[in-house]
């Protein structure tokens, strides 16, 4: 499912390809930012030359003037610094965030484009954490860590080749060092890459155990399991915690042996070079400018290690960040689309021969499905909990596709019609509508965004919504709050029910209420339906008696199978297994006070 990136150096590679890309619109202030930084480094790596002649002033030549001349120039050259520094530092970390925000718009944008599928098998807390602290630690790298990788490269590069040109004995004993730094930094480095990969997966699942604690939390307190969600999030954290103090363990080890190697390495300098002076050879000025030449490679050696492990971490968040970003949705675009044949050419929804399975080990979902629908028809689907009515039901918007077989919609392959334009011809008013956290005008406008206010009042009517709406402080302007909770279950229903009035879909799919509502909300609620169903082929997963006696055909369905099809009254004059569901009452009644 996810493509493969195997080893590290493809998938550095990989990494960098997907950034690039990104990189290339900021090129300007890249360009500005690269130049800031080698001049800034520049001026960094001509200090301990400058200082080299500020000691023999004031050791060998005694020249008070000299000494207050190349005092003001060291505050030139910080000053210039200061600058440049300022000039990179702000100019790579607007354009990071830039550059992030853009990747979060882009993966956000990319995940709303994938199926159900994939949210049945990913947790939402899991998702909004790839959004926010992966690109977060990606955000890091861009802004700070790779300008600190180029400017320690500078250093390291210029103080070596300064301490050459200066003395080629000191730069020796400098270079020894190296190596072992660099190797130990490549071990540790991918200890850390693994440790940090496994942290923050273990804060993603920790994260999801929130969320879910948090959108179910009635279900949570009604059953007092409060303490329970705390130790299972507990746990979660604790396995994150144990993980992360190894990390700290392996950071902490690492920093300290790197620090020691590189500092040792300048006392041999310092001693060393303390021999040379004794012998004449060299000034104390010279010895200076060597020693703070030697500190600058050991500084930079120590950062590169540390950046080297931070780039570990990084490229770990990275290839969680673009796997996402390449996982294709498995209901795609057509390649070659057909735009749906017009309204009056014949066909209304045809299923021929439709297989379903929800992955390849799974069992047979739907099978051998043979179904006609005439365009206006309303079909009511029966039949026992788990017989497969709304998997068929979500096969028509695309939801899934058949695993064998066709579903045509006037005639064409629904995988041959562009998905905005099938999706716009269905409209689905879910069991158990939720709404999004935003005013009541706003949920009913989501079904057509460019409704003028009026449409949306219009469509509240039809929808019997209007006159609570009315009543409510706020009328249309009122929140929902999170998911609609501020609203009764059958008021949450006929705002579902208005926005599809503003959508006006030419194929409804309705999953009727098993919970029953007041019978007042009740009875608002079939009313509204009613109306909306006119004149639209209409697929009703129905659990009222009511509902399947208006239907123009029902049918009967058991273990993905159609058992039967027919009117009410044929099936019941049939005596197979509606007639039995009918006679056991599993059909509800109705709650319709006026019947
Ligand atoms: P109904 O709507 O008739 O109650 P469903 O269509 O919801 O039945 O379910 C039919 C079968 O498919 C059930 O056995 C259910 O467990 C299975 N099923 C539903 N959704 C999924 C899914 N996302 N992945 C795997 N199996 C599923």
Redesign the pocket.
């Known amino acids: 499912m996810i493509t493969p990136q195997e080893g590290k150096s493809s998938f550095s590679l990989f990494a960098v390809r997907q950034l690039l890309p990104r990189l290339r619109p900021h090129r300007r202030a890249l360009s500005v930012a690269g130049v800031a930084l080698v001049i800034s480094a520049a001026l960094g790596l001509a200090f301990p030359l400058i200082v080299r002649h500020l000691m023999d002033a004031a050791f060998e030549d005694r020249d008070a003037s000299a000494l207050n001349s190349i005092a003001i120039l060291l505050l030139v050259v910080f000053a210039a610094q200061a600058v440049f520094n300022f000039l990179q530092v702000f100019l790579l970390s607007a354009t990071a965030e830039r550059v992030i925000a853009g990747l979060r718009t882009e993966l956000f944008a990319h995940l709303l484009t994938l199926s159900?599928?994939f949210y049945?098998e990913r947790s939402s807390g899991e998702l909004t954490s790839r959004l926010a602290s992966d690109c977060s630690t990606l955000q890091v790298v861009l802004s700070h860590q790779l300008a600190e990788f180029l400017r320690q490269i500078l250093y390291l590069v210029g103080a070596l080749t300064l301490l050459a040109i200066l003395h080629t004995d000191l730069m020796v004993t400098t270079i020894t060092v190296a190596p072992i730094v660099v190797l130990s930094a490549y071990a540790f480095g991918s200890i850390l890459r693994a440790k940090s990969t496994r942290v923050q997966d273990e804060l993603a699942e920790s994260n999801a155990t929130a969320e879910e604690a948090f959108t179910q939390i009635p279900i949570v307190q009604s059953f007092t399991r409060e303490g329970w969600e705390e130790k299972r999030y507990g746990n979660r954290i604790a396995r994150a915690l144990k993980t992360a103090v190894q990390r700290a363990l392996v950071r902490g080890l690492f920093f300290g042996m790197i620090t020691f190697v590189a500092f040792g390495g300048i006392v041999v300098v310092l001693w060393k070079g303390g021999l040379l002076v004794l012998e004449g050879q060299i000034t104390a000025g010279e010895l200076v400018s060597f020693l703070l030449y030697a500190v600058s490679v050991a500084a930079a050696i120590t950062a590169l290690a540390s950046l080297y492990s931070g780039y570990q971490e990084a490229m770990g968040a990275a290839k969680r960040v673009f796997d996402l970003l390449h996982l294709e949705p498995t209901i795609k675009e057509p390649r070659h689309s057909e735009a749906l044949p017009p309204a009056s050419d014949a066909g209304g929804l045809v299923f021929r021969d439709v297989w379903f399975r929800?992955?390849l080990d799974?069992p047979w979902?739907l099978r051998r499905l043979d179904l006609d629908i005439r365009p206006g028809e309303i079909v009511a689907l029966v039949?026992p909990?788990?017989?497969?009515?709304?998997?068929l039901a979500a096969l028509v918007p695309r939801f899934w596709d058949p695993t064998q077989g066709v579903i045509t919609l006037r005639g064409a392959d629904l995988r041959r019609i562009p998905l905005i334009e099938l999706r716009t011809a269905v409209g689905i008013v879910p069991q158990e509508p939720l709404l999004f956290a935003d005013t009541i005008y706003e949920n009913i406008a989501y079904g057509r965004p460019e409704a003028s206010s009026e449409e949306v009042m219009q469509a509240a009517r039809f929808a019997h919504a209007h006159e609570f709406i009315q009543g409510l402080a706020g009328g249309y302007e009122a929140m929902v709050g999170e998911r609609g909770i501020r609203l009764s279950g059958g008021q949450r229903q006929r705002i579902a029910i208005a926005r599809i009035f503003l959508k006006e879909p030419e194929i409804l799919i309705l999953d009727e209420a098993t919970s029953s509502l007041d019978t007042e909300s009740e009875a608002l609620v079939e009313e509204a339906l009613e109306t909306v169903m006119e004149g639209r082929t209409t697929l009703i997963?129905a659990h009222r008696l009511k509902t399947v006696q208006r239907a123009d055909r029902v049918l009967v369905?058991d273990d993905g199978r159609i058992l039967e099809q027919g009117t009410h009254s044929e099936l019941v004059a049939e005596g197979g297994m509606y007639a039995r569901l009918y006679r056991g009452q599993l059909l509800e009644p109705q709650a319709d006070p006026a019947d």
């Open positions: 159900p599928g049945a929800y992955g799974e979902v039949g909990s788990g017989a497969g009515k709304s998997t997963i369905i």
